[in-house]
């Protein structure tokens, strides 16, 4: 295990002022820890330069919303602390962690006027599973938990509250020694994993759940962007899991996870091959800087 995260050297942006690190805490009654009125990011800096910097922030703005907050900085404002941070860290390639919360005003399920906070920390964390593993494909295996149906929960805010099924899920899969899990929804249809969307491919085409009661990742829009770009068609439809067996290459796809290889998921297999291949290749170099891609 790694230096524990309130031990790592460094400054965290909050509220607005740099930080040294352990003195970014907050009050144990903070109503984001009791009740869950807490929405973040993941993302992840290349070359000095954080990835879709807009479009993440204009996410966790939105999800605050969705949350009945508002954060009181712009996503110009936001994006500019970013930078801060990257740079004042001197961590050009690292993931990055903002988060927003109801503050400790008020101790109860209504808090209409407690404050709102904003932090952004960033570390270095090169990739999320073992690099030799991602190349072969991760295991996966199921989960018992499902995306609950978007009439019960803000399914599409990347909110705090959401991720419980998403721990529990990861931990049990950790234990009977897979990578990760997949998830269905609340129809039994295949959704996504505990931290990244799902990928499948089957005679030269793509296939992905439509996003409508889980995370419409970044990284997924990007990756449907890529494919276009070459040509190959992407289908965004319901997939049931039994239809996982005509589908030949897998992969998951996510700020953390970036494109991740699927070599099993349960007792369905999948072999990495030539489309997940290319489309790693140019999401490597899509990550990478504007500038420096034309200069190289
Ligand atoms: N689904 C879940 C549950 C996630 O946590 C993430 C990671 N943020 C994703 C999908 C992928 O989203 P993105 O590509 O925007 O990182």
Sequence with gaps: MGISFDKIDGVIWYDGKLVPWADANVHLLTHGLHYASCVFEGERAYGGKVFKSTEHSTRLKNSALILDFEIPYSVAEIVAAKQIVIDSNNLPNAYLRPIAWRGSEMMGVSAPSNTIHLAIAAWDWPSYFDPAEKFRGIRMGLAEYRRPDPATIPAMAKASGLYMICTISKHRAERAGYADAMMLDWQGRVAECTGANIFFIADGKIHTPIADCFLAGITRATVIDLAGRRG?????????????????????????????????????????????????????????????????
Excluded: H, N, Y
């Design 232 to 296: 190959i068609e992407v289908i965004e439809r319901r997939i049931m899991p039994d239809e996982l067996s005509g589908f030949t290459e897998c992969f998951m796809s996510g700020t953390a996870a970036e494109i991740t290889p699927v070599a099993e998921i349960a007792d369905w297999k999948f072999t990495p091959g030539q489309i997940s291949a290319q489309l790693m290749a140019d999401f490597a170099a899509e990550v990478q800087p504007k500038d420096k891609a034309v200069a190289a």
